[in-house]
């Protein structure tokens, strides 16, 4: 659906989620992350990039899991530490998942996917045409009921700042990984909060697209580990 489109049913109140392509399950377990490899961590800033032709091939679960975890997950199990910071340890951010089956919430503490609607929610994440077809939208949520440490005047930008750095790992990610993706703000979040069923608390930041793109990305000298580069 292009932009103009979406433009003129958010106007009416009619930008709503597609019927899921596939089936959804209610909780999706992960694979383990792969935490050795990937490019060296200078090279993947100078192949960090936006990207914003993708195709519409899925992403396996190897690779989902590994950018989950890239993004929100947990690195040091003893103390609940996660590869992102979150001031006053609120981990006031929620990460969604919009894939074509259903839109899920990932659960950091059991590397989970837990089922939030066995809709297809891509075409609301964002007005942009490409967010339709791409194989991933994630959704960066805050839950301020999370933040009662915080004053309530610094909650939106202290949960701001937590969303841009999940949104860098995500970057940093895609360009070890060979992936395209971009961070999108441009969004619709009355109908993307009525479609992911949001409480007053729960407040939208951030979306950002995932997929191999269909121009290849400046080369690097090795793909990560267990990631065969995209097709030609």
């Known amino acids: ?10 106007m009416i109140g009619q930008l709503k989620p597609q019927p899921a392509q596939g089936n959804a399950v209610c909780v999706l377990s992960l694979p383990p992350p792969q935490t050795q490899g990937g490019l060296p ?16 091939a899925p992403l396996n679960h ?13 690195n040091r199990s003893g103390l609940e530490g996660r590869t992102t910071p979150s001031a006053m340890n609120s981990q006031e951010i929620e990460v969604y998942v919009a894939l074509p089956e259903g839109l ?16 297809d929610v891509r075409r609301v994440t964002g007005y942009q045409d490409f967010v339709d077809q791409a194989p991933l939208d ?13 004053p309530a005047a610094h909650r939106e930008s202290y ?3 937590a969303a841009g750095a999940m949104a860098q790992s ?63």
Request: glycine fraction near 6%; proline fraction near 7%.
């Open 104 to 119: 899920y919430r990932y659960e950091p503490s059991g590397h989970l996917l837990y089922l939030i609607s066995a809709t």
């Open 170 to 232: 995500v970057y940093l990610f895609c360009a070890s990984a060979g992936l395209g993706t971009v961070i999108r703000a441009w969004i619709d979040r009355q109908a993307l909060s009525e479609a992911m069923g949001l409480q007053a608390d729960q407040q939208i930041l951030l979306s950002q697209t995932v997929g191999r793109p269909v121009t290849a990305p400046p080369a690097a000298e090795t793909p990560a580990a267990g990631v065969s580069p995209p097709p030609a």
């Open 62 to 74: 190897q690779l989902l899991s590994d950018l989950l975890w890239a993004a929100a997950g947990l």
């Open 41 to 56: 961590l200078m090279q993947a800033l100078s192949l960090r990039h936006s990207e914003r032709k993708f195709a519409p």
């Open 159 to 161: 949960a701001s700042v």
């Open 138 to 150: 994630l959704i960066f949520v805050a839950n301020h009921s999370r933040m009662t440490a915080v």
């Open 1 to 10: 659906m292009n932009t103009l489109t979406k433009l003129a049913l958010g």
